[in-house]
């Protein structure tokens, strides 16, 4: 059985700083992308950012590029969002996804989710 659990969500202020966590368990795939969405109420799922597990190559929506860093552990079967410079649009529920296909925004397992409020 495949889990996923996110930890690091809050409240910060504009232009601040949260690091998000997943673990990721019962997913073996080594080729798989795995990665972080987000929704807003109200909005439609958006592709955050992914991490292919193979090589560690990495992909940004355009909308956190420059901002957010994602990463993994490999051994700890873990994966990071490091966010910096946060703005109010920036609100939403964070989802830790694995597998699926990170092109066409479609995510075949994910977690609770962490919530992350930025007031202005």
């Known amino acids: 059985q495949v889990q996923l659990v996110e930890s690091g969500g809050g409240s910060v202020q504009a232009g601040g700083s949260l690091n998000l966590s997943c673990v990721i368990s019962g997913y073996t795939y080594s080729s798989a992308s795995v990665g972080w969405f987000r929704q807003a109420p109200g909005k439609e799922r958006e592709g955050v950012a992914a991490?292919?597990?193979?090589?560690?190559?990495?992909y940004y929506d355009d909308s956190v590029k420059g901002r957010f860093t994602i990463s993994q552990d490999r051994a700890k079967n873990a994966i990071y969002l490091q966010m910096n410079n946060l703005q109010p649009e920036d609100t939403a529920m964070y989802y830790c996804?694995?597998?699926?296909?990170?092109?066409?925004?479609?995510?075949?397992?994910w977690g609770q989710g962490t919530q992350v409020t930025v007031s202005s």
């Open positions: 991490i292919y597990r193979s090589d560690g190559q990495t």
């Open positions: 996804f694995a597998g699926g296909n990170w092109f066409l925004r479609e995510y075949a397992h």
